[in-house]
């Protein structure tokens, strides 16, 4: 069972940044490919960005321009880098592993999961 730890979360003012970050327990991290995902309240859980284990890099529309989604297999972690954040990126932030490589925007695509970081864009 891979353990995923999401982190830096928290309050943030219009036009901040914040930087989350995901650790997974797995010693072969780098086999997999990792996502970040939010959900808002009353609203579904949505695609924000993943990286496959070559460094290839998706992101949703919405977000595309101002997070910037890294990894670093040394340390087992994931980055999620938020510039420019707006209102309504306010949401739960969940980070995801993958061993497998279709549907990587999709929720379903993803084997294990974080218990999710709050992320608060105040206006």
């Known amino acids: 069972q891979v353990q995923v730890v999401e982190s830096g979360g928290g309050l943030v003012q219009a036009g901040g940044s914040l930087r989350l970050s995901c650790t997974a327990s797995e010693r072969t991290f780098s086999s997999y490919a990792m996502g970040w995902f939010r959900q808002a309240p009353g609203k579904e859980r949505e695609f924000v960005a993943r990286?496959?284990?070559?460094?290839?890099?998706v992101y949703a529309a919405s977000v595309k321009g101002r997070f910037r989604i890294s990894r670093d297999n040394t340390k087992n972690t994931v980055y999620l880098q938020m510039n420019s954040l707006k209102p309504e990126d306010t949401a739960v932030y969940y980070c995801?592993?993958?061993?497998?490589?279709?549907?990587?925007?999709?929720?379903?695509?993803?084997?294990?999961w974080g218990q999710g970081t709050q992320v608060t864009v105040s206006s």
């Open positions: 990286i496959r284990k070559s460094g290839t890099t």
């Open positions: 995801a592993a993958a061993l497998q490589t279709s549907q990587l925007e999709r929720d379903v695509g993803y084997d294990y």
